[in-house]
C-alpha cells in the first residue's frame, strides 16, 4: 500500500499521535491499544511488523522487541474520521507484557469486582529479566 496515500487519510492528535487498535485476525479478540506517531506507522507499513510509540520511553519500539511476541501484519483500516487505525495481525505467543494472549484479559462483573478470562501463555518473571 502506498504509505503517502495513507498519511493523506489519517489525523495526528496534537501530539503527533493516533491510536491503533491490534486484533488478532483469526480469532478476532482485541488484543491491545497503543498508539503510533508517522515514524511507528511508516515503519510498521515498511516491515510489515507493529511498531509503536512507546509515550512512558519517549521512544519508537517493536511490538514484541523483548519478549520475542511480534506482530505480523494481515490487514490495516481506517476509521469513517481518520482518528484511529485497525490492524489486524498474527500475533505470536501473546500480545500483553503481563503474558496473556490480550491486555483484555479481566471482566468486570456486576459486583464490581474483575474475574480473569483470559488464559496466561508465558511468565513474564522469565521473559522480562
Known sequence: MNANKIFDCIKFDEKGLIPAIIQDYRSKEVLTLCYMNKDALEKTLEEGKVYLF????????????????????????????????????????????????????????????????????????????
Open 54 to 129: 512507546r509515550r512512558s520511553k519517549g521512544r519508537l519500539m517493536l511490538k514484541g522487541e523483548t519478549s520475542g511476541c511480534i506482530q505480523t501484519v494481515k490487514s490495516l483500516a481506517i476509521d469513517c474520521e481518520g482518528n484511529s487505525l485497525l490492524f489486524k495481525v498474527a500475533q505470536i505467543r501473546a500480545a500483553c507484557h503481563t503474558g496473556y494472549f490480550t491486555c483484555y484479559f479481566r471482566l468486570l462483573k456486576k459486583d464490581g469486582t474483575f474475574k480473569t478470562i483470559g488464559r496466561r501463555v508465558f511468565d513474564p518473571s522469565k521473559v522480562y529479566k
